[in-house]
């Protein structure tokens, strides 16, 4: 009987994955057999998705690519609304980060976390368009935009499209400001990497970038590396995961759609 019972489980898990319901249940005499079967992940459906502050109420919103202050200098498609999506598990996770960093005197400031593949098309076109420059004293003022591709500041997909990452700082609740990271979201350079100046595995400020010299002119300070370890080490704690070469970027460990770049516009899915 065991044997039997275990063989239709298998089936039964099987078969959800493909069928549109939200799980399958049968008895088998005192035995209850439960298989639950696999979210939608078509590229248009935002069921699996949340309106971030409905989630994190106590977040600030700066939408930049709602807006035209960003590297491209104009409104990105697919941003219809100003308002941030996520995962309903990444936004569950960063609720856990707010409420941590709430009792340190911080507030979450969120730019940008479910992005649509058609937003990050409009940056591939923009890349493309080498005579399209109005934007590099801001963004990108050392790198050539030749180089977008090859340096990987612009790619073909974005793991923002899956619904999981997300792209923030911290706000000081004394202060009223940001808090200083010694540089800004989406500034092209080695300044925004996590290992400028200092090793972000111990926390310890070196002053140095990977072992090699910083000129004093570009260096950042170690209160601002400081800054941005507040943030890492709380995001770490709490199941994200940083990247290499943005402070401000982190994506949930085992996200629930590593396979999909949605396209769905970002909009209010709470009205």
């Known amino acids: 009987m065991k044997k039997i019972l275990k063989l239709i489980v298998s089936m039964l898990i099987a078969t959800a994955a493909f069928m549109p319901v939200d799980g399958l249940v049968m008895n088998f005499g005192n035995t209850h057999v439960v298989a639950s079967a696999a979210r939608s992940v ?24 709602f807006s035209t202050y960003n590297f491209v200098g104009a409104h990105i498609n697919g941003y219809d609304e100003h308002c941030i999506l996520m995962s309903r598990e990444a936004a569950e996770a960063l609720k856990a980060v707010s409420d941590e960093l709430m009792q340190q005197g911080y507030r979450l400031k969120v730019y940008d976390a479910y992005r649509p593949q058609r937003a990050v098309d409009h940056f591939v076109a923009w890349a493309e368009n080498l005579s399209d420059t109005r934007m590099k004293p801001y963004f990108y003022p050392d790198v050539d935009k030749t180089r977008l591709f090859s340096d990987g500041y612009i790619d073909a997909k974005s793991g923002h499209s899956r619904g999981s990452a997300i792209d923030l700082t911290l706000f000081d609740m004394k202060t009223g400001k940001e808090v200083d990271m010694g540089g800004t979201f989406d500034h092209f350079g080695l300044e925004s990497h996590p290992t400028w100046c200092g090793n972000p595995e111990t926390g310890v400020y070196t002053g140095r970038h990977n072992g090699n010299p910083v000129p004093e002119e570009r260096k950042i300070t170690e209160k601002q590396f400081n800054n941005r370890m507040i943030l890492r080490r709380a995001m770490l704690r709490h199941g994200f995961n940083p990247i290499d070469t943005e402070w401000w970027h982190f994506f949930l460990d085992n996200e629930p759609y590593p396979n999909t770049y949605f396209n769905f516009s970002v909009k209010n899915l709470s009205k």
Not at 49 to 59: A, C, G, Q, T
């Open 42 to 65: 078509h590229e248009n459906d935002p069921t699996g998705f949340v309106v971030l502050s409905d989630v994190v109420p106590d977040i600030i919103q700066e939408v930049r690519y």
